[in-house]
């Protein structure tokens, strides 16, 4: 039986949409908003009128791009959350009016599922229970996934997430939103082990990002007050040392999970799975450690409807189909 799914992701600033056919993505189309790059950082109100406005474009985009048309159609998924609520209103609406226009069923996707999920699209061989390192500008969370509809997280941020963290300490140092990349690239031509940054301890497996921003924010001031050129002259090493610090506090606790749940597969997702420095310690980690790793493909990391059309496929199998009351919550559940 043919199965053609759309699904839409506006959970924060990316309005994307994605088609998937018998499993396989067709398309995947992201509109980044670029005003929140001018403002430093992501303004609700403004996220959701930049939904409302290319919302209807994107899916337009999505759809030829896969060379399908909306009676193609069997289903619309769409983000119902975590998210920020005006962002994930516009996408649940849109969803809903097209489903019902269509007389189609609703798939509502959990975000981070979706996300702890990513690494599955276009290929299918992994083994459960696997761990799962989400990592992104809202979250960061180790999560142990049971199967598709069973994860639990066993581990968490008790304040700022990591790509928040990446972001803040961009920030200090005078560069554009979103930071963690730009840290990425001038971290390439660094010394990783110029300066080193205190450890924050933190029971159990959670994590905590605030001190570090702190630590980090005094250590750039103190700097400044000897040499005022500080940044400009030290870029790339004060990139690459704050940047071996944020992996290393996420690998730390991922390895006693590893240890803790003795599962053979891992898995890291979400935008931070772009960072390079974690890319290659996580591949490392698993040579050392014999487990089976998992990444995703670089452009289904940061949010995408990619990895929305991806769950949702699993969900149609099982019929796990949306009530059109369904409300999207912005609470990080999972
Ligand atoms: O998953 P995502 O697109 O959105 C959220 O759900 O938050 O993640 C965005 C976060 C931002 O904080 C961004 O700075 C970070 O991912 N990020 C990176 C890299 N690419 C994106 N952080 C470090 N290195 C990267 N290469
Ligand atoms: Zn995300």
Redo the contacts with the bound molecule.
């Keep these: 039986m043919n199965k053609t799914i759309l699904a839409i992701e506006t959970?924060?600033d990316?309005t994307s949409a994605s088609i998937i056919s018998n499993g396989k993505i067709e398309s995947n189309v992201i509109s980044s908003q670029l005003d929140h790059k001018k403002l430093g950082g992501v303004v609700p109100e403004i996220a959701s009128r930049s939904h409302q406005k290319n919302i209807i474009y994107i899916v337009n985009s999505a759809l030829s791009d896969a060379g399908a048309v909306k009676s193609d159609l069997d289903a619309i998924a769409f983000t119902i959350g975590p998210g920020l609520l005006g962002s994930l209103l516009v996408g649940s609406t849109f969803a809903k009016s097209f489903g019902y226009s269509l007389g189609i069923p609703l798939i509502g996707v959990n975000h981070l599922k979706a996300?702890a999920f990513s690494h599955t699209i276009n290929k299918k061989k992994f083994n459960y229970p696997f761990l799962s390192l989400l990592v992104?500008?809202?979250?960061t969370q180790i999560i142990l996934v049971k199967s598709y509809d069973d994860m639990e997280v066993v581990g968490e941020t008790r304040d700022d997430?990591v790509?928040?963290a990446?972001?803040k300490c961009a920030k200090i140092l005078g560069l554009d939103y979103?930071?963690?990349?730009l840290?990425?690239k001038y971290s390439i031509n660094g010394n990783e082990n110029m300066f080193l940054f205190p450890n924050t301890k933190v029971p159990d497996l959670d994590f905590s990002f605030s001190g570090i921003k702190t630590s980090f924010l005094y250590f750039i001031n103190d700097n400044i007050k000897e040499n005022s050129d500080f940044i400009e002259d030290n870029l790339n090493d004060i990139c690459a040392s704050i940047q071996k610090k944020l992996v290393e506090m996420l690998l730390d606790k991922f390895i006693l999970a590893i240890k803790k749940y003795k599962v053979k597969d891992i898995s890291i997702c979400?935008?931070?799975a772009?960072?390079?420095s974690l890319r290659k310690e996580i591949n490392k980690l698993s040579e050392k450690h014999n487990l089976e790793v998992h990444i995703p493909e670089m452009e289904y990391?940061?949010?995408n409807a990619a990895m929305i059309a991806n769950y949702a496929h699993y969900m149609y199998d099982d019929k796990k189909f949306s009530d059109f009351n369904i409300v999207p919550y912005s609470k990080n559940i999972i």
């Design positions: 959970s924060c990316d996300h992104s500008g809202g979250h997430a790509g928040e990446f972001d979103p930071g963690g990349p840290i990425d979400g935008g931070v772009a960072n390079s990391c940061t949010d």
